[in-house]
């Protein structure tokens, strides 16, 4: 299930489930979003990204779903594994080449 | 490729003192580097952006004189915490883009400062 902490909401699966992690982004003029996953004590690391232009993308195990009306994006990870337990951030940019701002971040724990 | 290191991984230093971390770009040239802090179980927060031989751009609110960065060549950029106190204690993170034209940001593993 999913509860709201102090800072950080947290996903909590069982190995094998499907995860949605999702976002809602502040600035209407974004039309560049990616997702990093970062594990404790460690830098993001880039997942996958996502235009304006385009509303789904998929990588490897992972679709990223953009909703540009209500500014909404979400993260799914097919089968989810416990290497897959980290916090996951969502940032956006106007334009690709601007600076990106980081959404809150949802930590996903999954166990075995 | 596109790998980013930062130097050093964990600091400690004294209220009052100054400290230099260092990022670097091992595989690829850097025309720009980011400087974030994150705050235990908190966001990124951008500070400032950094071009290879022009003055840093800070965000709002994050004190210049305090926080100096210097991006002298095409590989490394430098964050100067100026005596430190200890709500500077925080996990620094740096980016950095290539001249690829791509708009990926490659991040460092980050730096642990603690100050005391």
């Known amino acids: 299930g999913e509860s709201v902490g102090l800072h950080l909401p947290t996903l909590s699966v069982q190995e094998g489930d499907n995860s949605i992690i999702n976002c809602a982004y502040s600035n209407s003029a974004s039309d560049y979003f990616i997702w990093y996953k970062q594990e404790s004590g460690k830098g993001p690391q880039f997942i996958i990204d996502i235009r304006s232009n385009m509303d789904k993308r998929q990588g490897q195990r992972v679709t990223v779903l953009l909703n540009k009306t209500v500014k909404h994006l979400s993260l799914q990870i097919a089968a989810t594994q416990p290497g897959d337990s980290a916090v996951y951030f969502c940032a956006e940019s106007v334009g690709g080449y601007s600076t990106l701002t980081f959404g809150k971040g949802t930590m996903l724990l999954v166990s075995p | 490729g596109a790998v980013v290191s930062q130097h050093p991984s964990w600091v400690i230093c004294k209220s009052g003192t100054s400290v230099k971390i260092e990022c670097r770009s091992l595989d690829f040239q850097a025309t720009t580097m980011f400087w974030y802090r994150q705050f235990p179980k908190q966001s990124l927060m951008l500070m400032a952006t950094?071009?290879?031989?022009?003055?840093?751009?800070?965000e709002q609110g994050v004190e210049k004189d305090k926080f100096l960065i210097n991006h002298a060549s095409l590989t490394l950029s430098t964050l100067t915490v100026t005596s430190a106190h200890p709500e500077d204690s925080s996990f620094y993170i740096c980016?950095?883009?290539?001249?690829?034209?791509?708009?990926?940001?490659?991040f460092g593993p980050g730096t642990r400062l603690t100050v005391t």
């Open positions: 950094s071009n290879e031989g022009s003055k840093a751009t800070y």
């Open positions: 980016s950095a883009r290539g001249t690829s034209g791509s708009y990926e940001q490659y």
